[in-house]
């Protein structure tokens, strides 16, 4: 806040801030806690940034934990519901062995899922893709890339999330039978350089790999990095997940040969309006099931000018 230096401006000014504060305090607060430190998320808070514009009653906060461990995210999750949070969408960093605590959190607020899902907790609603279905697509892709078969790796951050466990069977469901293999799946608990060292450590010990997949959205980046210092891009086949600009860049020059991307756009704004409607007693939005899939797409060379110009425009609202 500005110091004020005239007395008199000073006074009115902080009645007026002072009601302006009480206005602020009144709002219910909304939260969207994240999995972690991602440009990924950038799209998923464009689209809670829409969401504010049409609830001004509420107060609408996209959270990072400083780190992508489930007791950070934890405490993140506590000092919220401490300080009168109304409501709380979560990516949980590891949901099976956070269940305890989402139910804690869902007994003393509204709680839904989005991203990768708690589907054991107690939460009202997830909100997001259905990874398996993701996955699928990543493996048609595989199958698409590699006509004559080979050996793929995997890089994922968090092998334990719901995400990466379901987009890797939905990638195995579908290369089965096929001359596809995908041999190996290396996690990296969203740390940028163990990424990046996970595939220099594969392409030195692997020189007949024929693919590999990037199933988190900074994954795929750190490949095509590596394999562009190392002279092998469009000798190692490139699967990606998500729109970072470096993937779909990478779609663009034809060295990736597609990505899966999702909607977090979506996540954040319509599970913030969702959120708010539930609380305010219309829980019509919300199927028996408590499931809402938001659909994905894949995007290669034949449609990535026009995703991205798509993406530019949504990121600017």
Not at 15 to 36: E, H, M, P, R, T
Not at 147 to 176: H, M, S
Request: proline letters at 4%; charged letters at 25%.
């Amino acid at each position: 806040m500005k110091r004020l230096l005239v007395a008199g401006v000073s006074v009115a000014f902080a009645i007026a801030l002072g009601a302006g504060s009480a206005v602020a305090a009144d709002k219910k607060v909304l939260a969207f806690v994240v999995n972690g430190a991602s440009d990924f998320w950038k799209i998923a808070e464009a689209g809670v940034k829409k969401a504010q514009g049409e609830l001004p009653n509420y107060d609408l906060q996209l959270k990072y934990p400083e780190q992508a461990a489930a007791a950070v995210q934890q405490r993140m999750m506590d000092d919220l519901v401490a300080a009168g949070a109304a409501g709380i969408m979560v990516s949980a960093v590891d949901p099976k062995n956070q269940v305890e605590h989402l139910n804690k959190i869902a007994s003393q607020t509204l709680l839904f899922t989005t991203d990768s899902d708690a589907p054991n907790s107690k939460r009202i609603a997830y909100i997001g893709s259905s990874n398996v279905d993701l996955g699928k697509d990543a493996g048609k892709l595989m199958l698409k890339a590699l006509p004559n078969g080979g050996k793929c790796v995997g890089f994922v951050g968090l092998p334990g999330a719901d995400n990466a466990r379901e987009r890797i069977e939905g990638v195995k469901a579908t290369i089965k039978g096929s001359k596809v293999e995908l041999v190996d799946v290396r996690g990296d608990e969203i740390d940028q350089t163990r990424a990046k060292r996970n595939v220099e450590d594969i392409l030195a010990a692997m020189p007949d790999i024929s693919c590999m997949v990037g199933f988190y959205s900074y994954n795929t980046p750190r490949i095509y990095e590596v394999l562009k210092e190392a002279g092998k891009l469009n000798k190692i086949q490139i699967i990606g997940f998500d729109e970072d600009p470096i993937t779909l860049g990478g779609v663009k020059e034809g060295a990736i040969a597609g990505t899966v991307v999702q909607q977090p756009f979506e996540w954040g704004y319509q599970g913030m309006k969702l959120m708010a409607k539930y609380i305010e007693g219309d829980k019509s939005g919300v199927p028996a099931n408590g499931i809402i899939i938001v659909p994905g797409k894949v995007i290669d060379k034949t449609n990535v000018d026009d995703f991205m110009a798509s993406m530019k425009t949504m990121l600017k609202k």
